[in-house]
């Protein structure tokens, strides 16, 4: 498993005005995604909503090799970049709420380098809250154990995060791709023999599926749609 280089996301949280989605996607695309390339970071995804959310409420992935190259990459987040002044402005006008998180990625996921075959155009951003001292065994029984019958079904993970800061409602963001909302509800039984998956994933899944899901105090999930930078 090859080390992945960004040590830091953030996650932006971003909701338009009425009918603004488009226009801060093509914001996204055409001014922030290409500078943040050019600085070193990884954009990674934009996803907005599909069902649960309305189309304007945004989350934006973008990692970063360390605090320092997050805080510099502030400005083009803002279009606060010379020559730019009616972008920045225009941003300004659709954005209705914004907030931003840091977060810390999974050993396991996102990838250095994430395949553009394992992109799905459906994710589900689902948060699991728990005791931030069983960190690391959700980080391992989610690899070893829930996920590989979901890959089966060809579900693909691109992401799992948890924040920088310890709170009691410390929760991981998992992203975990799909083809449809259909495709998402017929992984739910992954671990039935009638799924297709193989024995030894079906094993791991209701050892370590079920010792995971003893450390979940909470979960929730939303679907959304993804776009990309390429």
């Known amino acids: ?14 909701l338009t005005k ?27 995804v934009l996803l907005n909503g599909l069902i ?16 320092d190259h997050w805080q510099s990459a502030q400005a083009i987040m803002l279009i606060q970049l010379e020559g730019k002044n009616q972008t920045a402005q225009r941003r ?17 996921r996102p990838d250095p380098q994430p395949l553009a075959e394992n992109r799905r155009p459906v994710y589900g951003a689902r948060r699991f809250t728990i005791d931030p001292s069983d960190l690391a065994d959700f980080e391992r029984f989610s690899y070893e154990g829930v996920w590989p019958s979901m890959d089966e079904m060809d579900h693909r993970v691109l992401g799992q995060f948890h924040p920088l800061e310890i709170t009691d409602s410390f929760a991981v963001l998992n992203l975990a791709g799909y083809w449809s909302p259909a495709h998402w509800y017929e992984t739910r039984s992954a671990n039935d023999p009638a ?9 791991a899944a209701n050892t370590f599926g079920l010792a995971r899901r003893k450390l979940v105090k909470h979960s929730f999930v939303r679907l959304m749609t993804s776009h990309w930078p390429d």
């Not at 498993?1 to 996650?11: C, I, R």
């Not at 603004?20 to 954009?43: A, C, N, R």
């Not at 304007?56 to 605090?67: A, N, Q, S």
């Open 18 to 44: 009425p009918d603004g989605f488009d226009e801060y996607l093509s914001i996204v695309k055409e001014h922030i995604w290409p500078e943040i390339t050019k600085t070193g970071g990884q954009p990674l």
């Open 52 to 67: 649960g959310d309305p189309i304007e409420e945004t989350l934006l992935i973008t990692g970063f090799k360390d605090i």
């Open 1 to 14: 498993m090859l080390s992945n280089p960004f040590t830091v996301y953030e996650e932006r949280r971003v």
């Open 92 to 108: 300004s006008e659709i954005v209705i709420e914004e907030s931003v998180g840091l977060m810390a990625p999974s050993p396991y």
């Open 195 to 203: 799924s297709g998956t193989s024995d030894k994933a079906r094993q």
